[in-house]
């Protein structure tokens, strides 16, 4: 969208002037450090942003998934990383549209001033992986309480956030009719289960984005920390998965044009053979390609987003928005790469960084393969393959 047609120009301009504050140096001595952008996040925070899914009466700002989408986008397309923040926001509707009266008077104001963070989801099993109907954590209902024992693996930002939404078994697979019945999701308090029943081993990796491993053994919930009805999680787990792959799509936008932008200046400025590198055909073209399919996946990103605000059903369009987003970023990131020749392997350039860090979206939070999936048999109605 150019700026004079685009309604979100205002909310672009006062996240960038925030981003601003926090230059390509900062982001990048954080990943050198493995540490977490607590100042950047921090400012998010006192500035509003990510409180935007909260509604007003609960000290929020009301908007939609939209325009948080655009508060994604703009973090990645100034340089930084939304990985270290984005849980907030995909979490955000699981409670909003399922959690009770009573739930969202007592956590949204508190989210809404910064006071707690609500970072984490916690569905994907060592043992089960994409199988999600299959996880084998199980709570059970004792007295006031439920009993969590299991394992998840994966688990991002647990050790900076207060809450996390836990995906578990209340009725065991062999007692249901369909395999998704008999989940339910749970409000977990991170600071009171770890080390009451909750273990956190980190899980060093790639990118700078802190992943861990839960181990459960007889945690305690209070029945009051059930969101909705029980039995009835994976219908509403979806909600935060589908607000979770439409704002990642809008990352991967954010780094598309990060992508594109840094390598149209680079091969302007570079000469090799008396000319610019960027007046060979053979150097635009893969940048162009890769800039018209960001383009392409930034309106399935907005029809899926539009999809969302309305409360109708978004999940073929945010699988194919996060499908196509995450394959143009990653497009435009080996272009990027390719023609900073050696200086894109150089740490001070940013591109490595973002390169690896677009390279997640092909994986998580839920692989390529799995979407062309999900299409061919809920689009399509090809025949079940799984
Ligand atoms: C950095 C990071 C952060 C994460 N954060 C979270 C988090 O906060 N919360 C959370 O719950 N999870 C999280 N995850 C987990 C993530 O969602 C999973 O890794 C992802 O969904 C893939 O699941 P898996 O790793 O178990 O892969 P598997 O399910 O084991 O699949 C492995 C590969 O096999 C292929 N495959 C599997 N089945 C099929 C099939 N039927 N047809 C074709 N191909 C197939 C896929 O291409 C896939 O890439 C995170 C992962 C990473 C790496």
Same mark, same amino acid.
């Given at each position: 969208m150019t700026a004079t047609t685009d309604p979100y120009q205002d909310l672009r301009d006062g996240v960038r002037a925030l981003c601003a504050e926090f230059p390509p140096e900062y982001h990048r001595r954080i990943d050198a450090e493995r540490g977490y952008p607590d100042a950047f996040v921090e400012a998010l925070t006192r500035a509003g942003w990510m409180a935007a899914l909260i509604p007003q009466d609960y000290g929020g700002s009301g908007l939609g998934l939209t325009e948080a989408s655009?508060?994604?986008?703009?973090? =990645?397309?100034?340089?930084?990383?939304?990985?270290?923040? $984005? %849980?907030?926001?995909?979490?955000?509707?699981?409670?909003?549209r399922h959690g009770s009266e009573e739930q969202r008077r007592r956590i949204l104001p508190k989210l809404a001033s910064g006071e707690l963070r609500l970072q984490s989801m916690g569905v994907t099993e060592p043992t089960t992986g994409t199988d999600t109907t299959?996880?084998?954590?199980?709570?059970?209902?004792?007295?006031?309480?439920?009993?969590? =024992?299991?394992?998840?693996?994966?688990?991002?930002?647990?050790? $900076?956030?207060?809450l996390m939404i836990l995906?578990?078994?209340?009725?065991?697979?062999?007692?249901?009719?369909?395999?998704?019945?008999?989940?339910?999701?749970?409000?977990?308090?991170?600071?009171e289960a770890m080390g009451s029943g909750m273990e956190v081993r980190p899980i060093p990796n790639m990118v700078n984005h802190e992943t861990n491993e839960l181990f459960f053994d007889d945690l305690e919930i209070p029945e009051e920390n059930l969101i909705g009805e029980e039995g009835q999680g994976f219908r509403y787990i979806l909600t935060g998965l589908n607000a979770e792959r439409a704002l990642i799509a809008a990352e991967c936008i954010g780094d598309g044009y990060w992508f594109t932008d840094k390598v149209t200046a680079y091969v302007k400025e570079r000469e090799v053979f008396g000319r610019p590198i960027g007046q060979n055909q053979g150097v635009q073209f893969p940048i162009a390609e890769a800039f018209i399919e960001i383009e392409a996946a930034n309106l399935m990103r907005?029809?899926?987003?539009?999809?969302?605000?309305?409360?109708?059903?978004? %999940?073929?369009?945010a699988n194919m928005a996060k499908y196509l987003a995450a394959k143009a970023s990653w497009e435009a990131a080996n272009a990027c790469i390719q023609f900073h020749g050696g200086f894109g392997f150089a740490c001070e350039y940013d591109v490595e960084r973002k390169f690896r860090e677009t390279r997640l979206y092909q994986v998580a939070p839920i692989s390529t393969n799995l979407i062309l999936s999900y299409v061919a048999e809920h689009v399509l109605g090809l025949p079940r393959s799984f």
């Open positions: 655009v508060i994604m986008e703009e973090i =990645n397309r100034a340089g930084g990383n939304s990985g270290a923040c $984005h %849980g907030q926001m995909y979490n955000m509707n699981t409670l909003v299959k996880i084998k954590t199980t709570a059970v209902k004792k007295g006031d309480r439920y009993v969590i =024992n299991g394992q998840k693996v994966w688990i991002s930002r647990v050790r $900076h956030s207060d995906l578990a078994r209340t009725t065991p697979l062999a007692e249901v009719t369909k395999k998704s019945e008999g989940l339910s999701i749970f409000l977990v308090d991170i600071r907005y029809k899926a987003c539009a999809l969302f605000d309305a409360g109708q059903p978004c %999940g073929a369009e």
